[in-house]
């Protein structure tokens, strides 16, 4: 960018504010308006002033026929105002003239009978032209003639030209003092919003969330923009917040099965020799199941972050697919029963359905005390699959929260034996429950748990 071009930046940003635009356009409409109420105001004058002395002609008129009752016009004619500001021409049938006043003494007719009213410009009879020429039929000593008022515009130009230089003195004055005032009340109009925008401007990479920009107490747009901002801050604010948990408590859930690997494999080759390597192997499959299923979850969580969730449409039997899911290796001392579960056909993806049923299931047989129960229900367009255990079930409280990422109700996740008294979800990673949610979404379908003995978990599908 040339040199010149870079040096007028700032001063073409600051023409092209807001506050400038908004300034000039107004000033530009007031000073229209100022100049068209200006040009209509001296039409309204003159017009009204023109009308007045029109009006006063049939006045002159009738001061003439009450001097022809007392006996002959004189001639020249006196003047019934003020000096030469109204002249009358007197003319008889045939049109000529048989009076006139002083400066129209001698000259010839200036108006025939039946003209109208015009401006006559001629001003070298007398000064104080130019003239209003009116033609006004009278009847003069019982005779039928025909008078021309002659009346001088001279006052009415005198008092336009005045009105004329104030006017052209003022609106300048005025046209600076709207744009003044607009300028001020945009200034304090748009005042919060460089407020916000400097607060605003200043987060730094996300670690001045906390900060709220100023809300006035207007209750205009402005206000609700602010309001808007505030509820955006607080919104990424959560995300972000969600995002370093996310990704602290993945980090987490990722160095455990590593760390335990790495703990299995150092041990074992300390003392190759008396290493059991089968167990030390099966160790390790455990361990990277467990690191497997939880990329897994989180791949899946990301691409419905991303809005790539989308299920495939495929026609499949849910009764099918929970009857697979149910065919199981169980824990010590759990049983795992199917109520009733009747042909349900589902337009979805089977392997995301399958998944809902796992982690339903996973999460009961987790908790259980000593029975889980598996049933599935037509409910008119819907599907209804329910999974019930007789564990110490889940808190009102906390039934929205264990849909969360990450939500263990058990604060020390606890592993041992999978599963634990204390709480729900103990032995999993948060995540069994947060993806039933996010994969029921995508079916169309909802989610929602009761109480009472245990847990009552409900997914509810709508049948094709």
Same mark, same amino acid.
């Given at each position: 960018?040339?040199?010149?071009?870079?040096?007028?930046?700032?001063?073409?940003?600051?023409?092209?504010? &807001?506050?400038?635009?908004?300034?000039?356009?107004?000033t =530009?409409?007031?000073?229209?308006?100022?100049?068209?109420?200006?040009?209509?105001?001296?039409?309204?004058l003159?017009?009204?002033?023109?009308?007045?002395?029109?009006?006063?002609?049939?006045?002159?008129?009738?001061?003439? =026929?009450?001097? =022809?009752?007392?006996?002959?016009l004189?001639?020249?004619?006196p003047?019934?105002?003020?000096?030469?500001?109204?002249?009358?021409?007197?003319l008889?049938?045939?049109?000529w003239?048989?009076?006139a006043?002083?400066?129209?003494?001698?000259?010839?007719?200036? %108006?025939?009978?039946?003209?109208?009213?015009?401006?006559?410009?001629?001003?070298?009879?007398?000064s104080?032209?130019?003239?209003?020429?009116?033609?006004?039929?009278a009847?003069?000593?019982?005779?039928?003639?025909?008078?021309?008022?002659?009346?001088?515009?001279a006052?009415?130009?005198?008092?336009?030209?005045?009105?004329?230089?104030?006017?052209?003195a003022?609106?300048?004055?005025?046209?600076?003092?709207?744009?003044?005032?607009?300028?001020?009340?945009?200034?304090?109009?748009?005042r919060?919003?460089?407020?916000?925008r400097?607060v &605003?401007s200043?987060?730094?990479?996300?670690?001045?969330?906390?900060?709220?920009?100023?809300?006035?107490?207007?209750?205009?747009?402005?206000?609700?923009?602010?309001?808007?901002?505030?509820?955006?801050l607080?919104?990424?604010?959560?995300?972000?917040?969600?995002?370093?948990?996310?990704?602290?408590?993945?980090?987490h859930?990722?160095?455990?099965?590593?760390?335990?690997?790495?703990?299995?494999?150092?041990?074992?080759s300390?003392?190759?020799g008396?290493?059991?390597w089968?167990?030390v192997? =099966?160790?390790?499959?455990?361990?990277?199941a467990?690191?497997e299923?939880?990329?897994?979850?989180?791949?899946v969580?990301?691409?419905?972050d991303?809005?790539?969730l989308?299920?495939?449409?495929?026609?499949c039997?849910?009764?099918?697919?929970?009857?697979?899911?149910?065919?199981?290796?169980?824990?010590?001392?759990?049983?795992?029963?199917?109520?009733?579960?009747?042909?349900?056909?589902v337009?979805?993806?089977?392997?995301?359905?399958?998944?809902?049923?796992?982690?339903l299931?996973?999460?009961?047989?987790?908790?259980? %005390?000593?029975?889980?129960a598996?049933?599935?229900?037509?409910?008119?367009?819907w &599907?209804?699959? $329910?999974?019930?255990?007789?564990?110490?079930?889940?808190?009102?409280?906390?039934?929205?929260?264990?849909?969360?990422?990450? &939500?263990?109700?058990?604060?020390?996740?606890?592993?041992?034996?999978?599963?634990? $008294?204390?709480?729900?979800?103990?032995?999993?990673?948060?995540?069994?429950?947060?993806?039933?949610?996010?994969?029921?979404?995508?079916?169309?379908?909802?989610v929602?748990?009761?109480?009472?003995?245990?847990?009552?978990?409900t997914?509810?599908?709508?049948?094709?």
């Open positions: 960018m040339p040199v010149s071009a870079r040096r007028f930046r700032p001063v073409l940003g600051q023409l092209s504010s &807001v506050r400038v635009r908004i300034t000039m356009a107004a =530009a409409v007031v000073a229209a308006a100022l100049v068209v109420g200006a040009i209509l105001l001296v039409a309204l003159r017009a009204g002033l023109v009308r007045s002395l029109h009006d006063a002609a049939p006045l002159r008129v009738a001061e003439l =026929a009450a001097l =022809a009752q007392r006996g002959p004189p001639d020249p004619l003047t019934f105002d003020a000096p030469q500001q109204t002249q009358m021409q007197v008889d049938s045939n049109g003239v048989i009076a006043s002083g400066p129209l003494h001698g000259r010839p007719p200036l %108006a025939k009978r039946g003209e109208h009213q015009h401006i006559l410009a001629d001003t070298s009879f007398s104080g032209g130019p003239w209003l020429l009116q033609v006004e039929p009847t003069l000593a019982d005779q039928a003639d025909t008078v021309v008022v002659l009346a001088s515009l006052n009415v130009t005198r008092s336009l030209e005045l009105l004329g230089g104030l006017l052209a003022g609106l300048p004055f005025l046209v600076a003092l709207a744009a003044a005032v607009c300028w001020v009340l945009v200034g304090r109009a748009l919060p919003v460089e407020a916000m400097s &605003v200043g987060l730094d990479g996300g670690r001045d969330l906390g900060i709220r920009v100023p809300e006035p107490p207007t209750g205009d747009e402005v206000a609700r923009l602010a309001r808007t901002l505030n509820e955006m607080d919104r990424l604010g959560g995300a972000d917040e969600l995002q370093r948990r996310f990704v602290a408590d993945a980090s859930e990722l160095r455990t099965p590593l760390a335990n690997i790495r703990t299995a494999m150092e041990v074992a300390r003392h190759p008396r290493v059991d089968p167990a192997a =099966a160790d390790v499959l455990v361990q990277d467990r690191m299923r939880l990329v897994s979850d989180l791949l969580l990301a691409r419905s991303a809005g790539h989308t299920p495939l449409r495929k026609d039997d849910l009764a099918d697919i929970v009857r697979a899911e149910l065919d199981r290796t169980l824990p010590p001392g759990v049983r795992l029963e199917a109520g009733a579960l009747a042909p349900s056909m337009s979805g993806d089977p392997d995301q359905l399958a998944r809902i049923v796992a982690n299931v996973d999460n009961a047989l987790r908790h259980a %005390a000593s029975r889980v598996v049933s599935l229900t037509p409910a008119g367009r &599907v209804e699959l $329910t999974v019930r255990d007789d564990g110490p079930g889940i808190p009102p409280a906390d039934r929205q929260r264990v849909f969360e990422r990450f &939500v263990r109700l058990d604060q020390h996740r606890s592993r041992a034996g999978g599963r634990s $008294t204390e709480g729900r979800l103990a032995g999993g990673a948060g995540l069994g429950l947060a993806i039933v949610a996010e994969l029921t979404a995508a079916h169309g379908g909802s929602r748990i009761g109480g009472g003995p245990g847990a009552v978990l997914v509810r599908l709508p049948l094709r």
